[in-house]
């Protein structure tokens, strides 16, 4: 049951428009964009320090804003509510969404990927398991985030929202302009954000190959628990 739910959700997570464009094509266009064109200063070759920043982005993309609008017109149009009067455990609904998630996001590290390999992309080997373990654990605490946002609002605030965060984050929440590269004061306050959190550790351990420090992963799983508790409580069936 959860490898057939898990299934349905990921194809027609991939067979949506907005989604594909959301999830593949803004994220493609970003890694050709960033590291053909001179618009941000960094280090050569560029692209070594774009496709982290890309990847970060498509986590975001898939688990946080794909998965809160779904969630959203899932309840509008009482998806959830037939679903959950089904023989399927509400258990196995969460499950087959997250995995649906990871098997999204891995469709999306791969293509990526082979762009960047196709740009001149070379990554550190050492630092590939570290990357796994952030991108799984990034997927995870962006999932809880999504399944807050769309669980409690109606579905057109849901879109709306979950669309400027996106962009605010993409912006200012430390993927373009990692904390780093901001003044002091507002690197740590990047920092501490899901998204500045895995874009700092993906790059660290993509371009150096060193381990991370523990915040990265403290700030995700952080974020994870918090709004996996606060989704219990708000998260509505319709």
């Known amino acids: 049951m959860l490898r057939v739910h898990a299934k349905t959700e990921a194809t027609l997570t991939l067979r949506n428009g907005e989604q594909l464009l959301l999830t593949l094509l803004i994220p493609v266009a970003l890694l050709i964009g960033l590291t053909v064109l001179d618009v941000i200063d960094m280090a050569e070759p560029r692209v070594d320090s774009v496709a982290p920043r890309i990847f970060a982005l498509a986590v975001m993309s898939s688990a946080f804003t794909g998965q809160a609008i779904a969630l959203g017109f899932d309840r509008r149009y009482g998806v959830l509510k037939r679903l959950a009067a089904t023989a399927l455990p509400r258990w196995l609904l969460v499950s087959g969404r ?29 630092g590939l398991l570290w990357a796994l373990v952030l991108v799984l654990l990034g997927t995870l605490s962006f999932g809880a985030l999504g399944v807050l946002l769309g669980g409690a609002l109606k579905a057109e605030v849901v879109l709306a929202l979950a669309n400027v965060i996106w962009f605010v984050l993409l912006l200012a929440g430390g993927i373009l302009l990692m904390p780093g590269a901001l ?24 371009t150096t190959g060193d381990a991370p420090s523990f915040a990265p992963f403290l700030v995700l799983a952080g974020w994870g628990v918090l709004a996996g508790l606060l ?7 319709s």
């Open 98 to 126: 997250v995995v649906a998630a990871l098997i999204v996001v891995a469709i999306q590290l791969l293509v990526l990927g082979a762009v960047a390999l196709a740009l001149g992309w070379s990554p550190s080997l050492g």
């Open 183 to 206: 003044p002091t004061g507002l690197d740590v306050l990047v920092a501490a954000l899901p998204s500045g959190a895995l874009t700092e550790g993906l790059h660290t351990v993509l």
């Open 231 to 237: 989704a219990i409580r708000t998260t509505k069936l």
